[in-house]
């Protein structure tokens, strides 16, 4: 069970003036945890075989409906005014263009790319369900080496407020690199509600399977990004108007054994490794 303890509490978060906006977070494959998740499922592999099926359903479409009734109607004239046998098949010919025919193949191939974008949604979910101890070990290394960079960095930075006091301590590559350790912290808080969402409500949209099939569904949570930020570490619940830097330094300023450990899953009972 995830305590009432917030970073703030912990008396190591310093404020200037009335509270920041609130942290917002997304759920998307980012920096380097999401790029090794998007390798490692081959979403880009599923989908190139569900894209030739597509293909070749429009194709069909375009083949059978290449030749228009007027043109058929023209070749027979043709025909006839060259002294040929005008073509046996004319009435099929027509019947095949004819408007009622085109509407029910269309209405045929629609049903076809809806089911086909059914099928390509569960397979992605299988494979992110077959893959998620992985997966989520990928989040978890991302997570702790982040936060030996956010140590490093904000340990030199102790004591160091402003652009000048880093110049005058020569600490300009430290002060310009903690906006980078927080960019990455970031991205990797919205892989993990990435992975949150993908494992627990799947791909793609029930209600309008015409929809992309590899768009994430909508999370069964309530304010699924709310609740990744609140559920950073064991044990401490995240203020939303607490931003990653703060968090970060706050952490990095902690003695390392009591340093709250970081969390790869959402849920209160989670564990991160």
Do not use: C
Request: proline share 3%.
């Amino acid at each position: 069970m995830v305590q009432s303890t917030t970073a703030t509490d912990l008396g190591h978060i310093t404020r200037t003036g009335s509270p920041g906006p609130r942290v917002s977070v997304s759920a998307a494959l980012s920096g380097n945890a999401g790029r090794q998740i998007h390798e490692a499922v081959g979403a880009e592999s599923i989908a190139s075989k569900f894209s030739k099926v597509r293909s070749r359903l429009d194709d069909a479409m375009r083949e059978r409906f290449a030749t228009t009734r007027e043109e058929l109607l023209a070749h027979a004239l043709d025909q006839a005014a060259s002294k040929q046998r005008v073509s046996e098949t004319l009435l099929d010919d027509l019947a095949a263009v004819d408007g009622a025919e085109r509407d029910r193949l269309e209405s045929t191939a629609g049903k076809a790319r809806a089911l086909l974008n059914g099928l390509h949604s569960k397979e992605l979910a299988r494979r992110v369900s077959s893959l998620e101890d992985g997966l989520a070990q990928i989040i978890d290394t991302e997570l702790r080496a982040t936060l030996a960079e956010a140590v490093r960095v904000f340990g030199a930075l102790e004591g160091i407020e402003t652009a000048e006091q880093a110049i005058t301590a020569g600490k300009v590559e430290q002060w310009q690199a903690r906006k980078a350790v927080a960019t990455r912290w970031m991205d990797v808080q919205r892989t993990r509600l990435w992975l949150d969402t993908a494992a627990g409500a799947g791909f793609g949209d029930i209600g309008n399977p015409h929809l992309r099939p590899d768009v994430l569904a909508r999370s069964w949570r309530d304010s699924p990004g709310r609740l990744t930020w609140s559920r950073q570490f064991d044990g401490v619940v995240t203020a939303d108007d607490e931003p990653a830097e703060a968090i970060l330094r706050w952490w990095s300023s902690l003695p390392a054994k009591q340093r709250p450990e970081p969390l790869t899953y959402l849920d209160e009972e989670g564990e991160s490794n």
